[in-house]
T-cell receptor
Framework: GAGVSQSPRYKVAKRGQDVALRCDPI?????LFWYQQALGQGPEFLTY????????KSGLPSDRFFAERPEGSVSTLKIQRTQQEDSAVYLC???????????FGPGTRLLVL | QKEVEQNSGPLSVPEGAIASLNCTYS??????FFWYRQYSGKSPELIMSIYSNGDKEDGRFTAQLNKASQYVSLLIRDSQPSDSATYLCAVNMFTSGTYKYIFGTGTRLKVLA
């Protein structure tokens, strides 16, 4: 079946712009995770959903970051008033349950100028 | 102290040799451990998962887990140039009330032809 998909794959934003990143998880996967990966670093946890409930948002770096998964499937990560330090690859992953293997999407590479 | 630690490398091995990648973690109650491979510009892909102490083999890959020492390793036998990538160790930890993957920074492996 289809894997995790993300869009857009690349996004260039001017500082101060708002951006929205989309994740379409594997069908039937209850758990959905967002990560931020800076160059040369491992993925850093941002937030976790179980179905439509956002159970953990402890990794979101500021209140400019907001995520939702209203119907328990597709998720959107929104970044308001982007800053240069937001430039990174944003990875989405899904799993059947929180304890099982996470499968990653291709990522969205965000560049804030 | 980081929760999951890896040597960033690069680790260089000749083609055909065994590559040994190591990872230590801080949370004694962690139950699930994963090795992901990440090629430059791509998203992480699962190599191995391991849940019990001891060795788990899959083709040329062997994962080793020692919970008492809080140590997990990945051995790659008969290394090939196509194995050149960054290898990420991930530990599924229960923290802030939910399970989440904590990644190491990754070890860059270079297999020399």
């Amino acid at each position: 079946g289809a894997g995790v998909s993300q869009s857009p794959r690349y996004k260039v934003a001017k500082r101060g712009q708002d951006v929205a990143l989309r994740c379409d998880p594997i069908s039937g996967h209850v758990s959905l995770f967002w990560y931020q990966q800076a160059l040369g670093q491992g993925p850093e946890f941002l937030t976790y959903f179980q179905n439509e409930a956002q159970l953990d948002k402890s990794g979101l770096p500021s209140d400019r970051f907001f995520a939702e998964r209203p119907e328990g499937s597709v998720s959107t990560l929104k970044i308001q008033r982007t800053q240069q330090e937001d430039s990174a690859v944003y990875l989405c992953a899904s799993s059947l349950t929180p304890l099982e293997t996470q499968y990653f999407g291709p990522g969205t590479r965000l560049l804030v100028l | 102290q980081k929760e999951v630690e890896q040597n960033s490398g690069p680790l260089s091995v000749p083609e055909g040799a065994i590559a040994s990648l190591n990872c230590t973690y801080s949370d004694r109650v962690s139950q699930s451990f994963f090795w992901y491979r990440q090629y430059s510009g791509k998203s992480p892909e699962l190599i191995m998962s391991i849940y019990s102490n001891g060795d788990k083999e899959d083709g040329r890959f062997t994962a080793q887990l020692n919970k008492a020492s809080q140590y997990v390793s990945l051995l790659i036998r008969d290394s090939q140039p196509s194995d050149s990538a960054t290898y990420l160790c991930a530990v599924n930890m229960f923290t802030s009330g939910t399970y989440k993957y904590i990644f190491g920074t990754g070890t860059r492996l270079k297999v020399l032809a």
